[in-house]
């Protein structure tokens, strides 16, 4: 995932779904101040649990429901796409429905950003948590069934779990997964809630990591999490569920070509790989696994130590890499460009262009071949794309994620945050790969060749 000085789309339990501090983040959005809708005092009628909810316009919104008017005009002002107020509230009442609550008495205070919200203000009735708990289940609504897959509210404490990854180490088992609908028509077929049809694949595994060690493999869906259905879970509500401290254990139910079975994974410290360099024959070899921060300075670092060894080609791994900064996206890029601009992000208000960011480094006549595959999304896309548009590079391998979306997150009053999608990416020369991803110069599978052959085949391929 690109997202613009933020968290790569790593959702390592380590699972990441095929995401880093800001360093600007928006201050927290002030309340919504024009809304019509009156205030009001309704009864819940349910049978098994009649509830006074109080209804407030946000401008007198209590600080434990302000979330839902923050994150109602965050979506206004910053997603991608025009999200009318039926569909909003809509999503707010299915939020409701899909969140319990803990066990709570007494009133409720609803808050309606518009007089639409009615419908999950009546909804609130039944609700078994107290005001806060109905605000989250609310924002977390409004990300889930409203918005893209890749817009997500996270809580304080899986924003915490985010932050962990940035730092490049965190606690879990080392997998790479995509929450996938194949009844879905199209290429791009994520989906945000796990059904009979989404399903969560894992892509890969992070050499070393405890599901590697477990023999979890390519393809594997996850149905359970410790004996329960995940069904009906988000994809943070399944990573809050795996990720966990070192040395306890998660039983994963694994769905292998329709074989279900358990298997028991002992949680780790798993250190998110970034760089691996080496020299094989008279080619450089550099396996870039993330975009995450200062990776561009290690990737800069490698071609440089590869360069000054008199290599004659170099190959750039990016399989399975699932994208991060915009930034360190463009810094990866500019070693090999020596103008122009690496990408185009469009949104409704405007289309910018990034340009790149320093002086190249390789020799424009070298001899560069990416790697690529199913894994390789977004930040990935964006360099592979670039560089064989202008013609410096051949691509390898088989056509990408597809992700074409760039992410800001942005904090809500709460502690957590709503990552919302902002804009839609393009290479400088117009061409959109969401869905379909980038198609390789040569389609060719290069799965489970050793370092040296696949060196070899790749060169041979191009």
């Known amino acids: 995932m690109i997202m613009k000085r933020q968290t790569p789309l790593l959702i390592v339990f380590a699972l990441v779904l095929v995401a880093c501090q800001a360093a600007t983040q928006p201050d927290t959005p002030t309340t919504s101040e024009s809304t019509d809708t009156s205030v009001a005092a309704t009864v819940g009628t349910t049978e098994s649990s009649p509830r006074l909810v109080s209804e407030v316009q946000c401008e007198d919104a209590p600080e434990d429901v302000a979330i839902v008017c923050e994150a109602y005009e965050l979506i206004q002002i910053h997603y991608v796409d025009e999200i009318d107020d039926d569909a909003l509230a809509h999503a707010a009442t299915l939020g409701l429905e899909a969140n319990s609550g803990d066990t709570a008495e007494g009133a409720l205070v609803c808050v309606l950003p518009t007089r639409e919200f009615v419908e999950s203000c009546s909804q ?53 997964v995509s929450p996938e609908d194949e009844t879905i028509e199209g290429d791009n077929k994520q989906c945000t809630l796990v ?72 949680r780790a410290a798993v250190e998110i790989p970034v760089i ?62 020596a103008d122009g601009d690496v990408v185009v992000t469009e949104s409704p208000d405007e289309s910018m262009s990034y340009s790149v960011s320093g002086a190249s480094i390789v020799p424009e006549n070298f001899e560069v071949v990416f790697v690529v595959n199913k894994g390789s999304a977004s930040a990935s896309e964006v360099v592979s794309a670039v560089l064989q548009e202008r013609g410096l590079a051949k ?68």
């Not at 477990?214 to 009906?232: L, M, P, T």
């Not at 060894?309 to 500019?334: H, Q, Y």
């Not at 502690?415 to 969401?434: E, N, S, V, Y």
């Open 124 to 176: 609130a009735a039944q609700f078994n948590g107290d005001s806060a708990e109905a605000a989250e289940a609310i924002v977390s609504g409004l990300a889930t069934h409203a918005l893209d897959p890749n817009s997500v509210y996270f809580d304080e404490a899986s924003l915490e779990l985010l932050e962990q990854e940035q730092e490049g180490e965190i606690e879990g088992i080392g997998a790479l």
């Open 195 to 266: 059904s009979d049809t989404c399903r969560i694949l894992i892509v890969s595994t992070i050499e070393g990591a405890p599901a590697e060690a477990a023999g979890v493999q390519s393809d594997d869906v996850i149905v359970g999490v410790d004996g329960e259905s995940i069904s009906g879970w988000t994809i943070d509500e399944v990573t809050s569920q795996v990720r966990g401290p070192a040395g306890t254990e998660v039983v994963l139910t694994i769905d292998r070509s329709g074989d279900v079975f358990e298997i028991v994974i002992t």
């Open 276 to 337: 691996n360099s080496e020299t094989i024959g008279d080619t450089g070899y550099i396996r870039l696994r993330i975009f995450s921060q200062n990776a561009d300075e290690q990737f800069e670092d490698a071609v440089v130590d590869q360069l000054g060894k008199g290599v004659d080609s170099l190959v750039i791994d990016l399989r399975d890499n699932p994208g991060g900064l915009l930034d360190t996206a463009i810094a990866v890029a500019s070693v090999f460009l």
């Open 395 to 462: 691509v390898v391998g088989v056509n990408t994620f597809g992700k074409n979306t760039v992410q800001q997150r942005f904090p809500l009053s709460n502690g957590g945050a709503l990552k919302l999608t902002i804009a839609r990416w393009l290479t400088p020369g117009g061409l959109d790969f969401g869905g379909v991803g980038v198609t390789p110069d040569v389609n060719m599978d290069v799965s489970g060749l050793e370092l040296e052959a696949l060196v070899q085949a790749v060169l041979d391929a191009a």
